[in-house]
């Protein structure tokens, strides 16, 4: 098992790992101090509808004269608040779960496992969608829907580890001179779990920013006037020819996030569990 | 292997009924009852009692679930709230169009992945590998809607060039059909490429370093011979399951490429009846997008054991 510290300078290392791990970082900096960065409130009307790109408004203005850059800024936020929100809400409800399915075996196992099947029987957006359609739209809801969705993974994830590990020779060992069950799962099963967690987890993250922004796009996610990149494009749309700036930055904030998570994620995973490198 | 298939199949069973079930749990989750969202301000409390009666919301909901799988079963999924008409074969209508779209769409990212895969694990760490690896992952990192529209936008600016509007059926004129198809196809089939060329790559990789294709080479096969014979087949298995897995992800995707190309298909169909609380609609094409990808699912998994005589399913 490597310790944080090594992980870390291995992930240095790994050119890829230093581009993920910059742009995280630079990412959470843009929607922690987008108050600070931002030039105007992203709400507010500024200028002309549709003014192209400028030194006033450097990505341009949208239809009802809103500043883009500051609106991109705070949509950063939401993008990250719904990503880390929903990840954490799977993460941790999973982990549970994968804990207890795949310890205890049996019955509840097989219960557990029945469930995490029928929502695995969904495309993930359509359930998504889904539960928007009944829990109704906006922020904490986006949040609830993509977290649900996320759930079976971890489940999958933590109890094929926990499996695995149980037949160790210090867990059999640990067992045998009487160390109690919750002990046992947290200290010495527990930790086998956290490389193939970690590395999900941040896929999850990636899928789960994907996933608000393809909701927002539909109408399903957030709500206009707030700032999120896919319902600043889906406003956009009607105007993108006379107004390409109107898209293509939403797009850019879009991709590049989902990128340098997506690049964080594979090298995690070749750190890791070297395993599984590609 | 015959076994294998039937116990496969009646392993869909449960999964199957669960899949209602809990559609069918979660449709009753709705805050406020389907009538007066149907319904609106001007219903008389009459009018009220008689659509409750006429849509069995007075019994109790056990009783709902099995009248709604039965007639389910019987192909009838009841009618929508809006145009009162069944629902059943508006569905089938629309399906065909999904259907075409995410067909489509799987044959141009296999078309485009797979060569590229295996060009990249051929040539590793050249100019071709590196390309392929740049561009998978681009492929993994855009959402379908926002490749939709940056096509869609570059075709407009660039060659002033707009997809033709309105849907014509594949049997009433197949050239035109094609013409509005293939730009949604080809986004679908760019989402999913990615990934199914980092899958080639890494498992051709893999495969090219096991003993027997030394062997094969060593005996003076030529490349051509060692990579498409011999290689390629083995490869081809976690490619296959990828595949399969995939199937979740056009189908998702086929729903928002429906909306922003404006295509009549099944994902259009559940989007409307979201907005428009249509809930029999949303509930109906829930069901039947969860019935195809399971089905899907089962046909790549008994693929799987078909090509794949390693393991023994007993």
Redesign the interface.
Known sequence: MKGLRQVFRELVKDPMGRIGLIGVLLLILLAVFAPLLAHYSPEKMVSMPKAAPNQQFWFGTDNYGRDIYSRILYGARVSLEVGLISVGIAASIGFILGIIAGYFEGRIDRIIMCIMDILFAFPSILLAIFITAVLGRGIENTMIAIGIVNIPVFVRTVRASVISAKGLEYVQNAKSIGVKTFPLLMRHIAPNTIAPFTVQATLALSSAILTEASMSFLGLGIQPPDPSWGSMLSEARAFMEQAPWMVIFPILFIVITILIFNILGDSLRDVLDPKLKT | MRNYVIRRILQII???L??SI??FA??K???GDVISGALGVEGSPELRQALTVKYGLDKPYHVQYINWILGVLHGDFGDSLRTSEPIFPEMMRRFSVTAELTILGALISWIIAIPLGILAATHRNKGIDRFVRVFA??G???????LS??V??FL??VFSYFSPLGYVSFFENPVKNLQIMILPSFVLGITIAGSIM?MT??SM?EVLQQDFIKTVRAKGASERITIFKHALRNAFIPIITLIGMQ???L???A??IE??FSLPGLGQM??TG??QRDYPV?QGC?LF??FI??LVNLITDLLYAYIDPRISYN
């Open positions: 449960p999964v199957l669960g899949v809990l559609i979660v449709m989750l709705i805050p992952l681009m993994v990192s855009i959402p379908s809607f926002a529209i940056l869609i936008l407009a600016l980092r790559r890494s990789l199937i979740g992800s189908l998702g995707g729903v928002i909306q922003i559940t989007l979201i907005n949303v829930v997008i969860a990808y399971i």
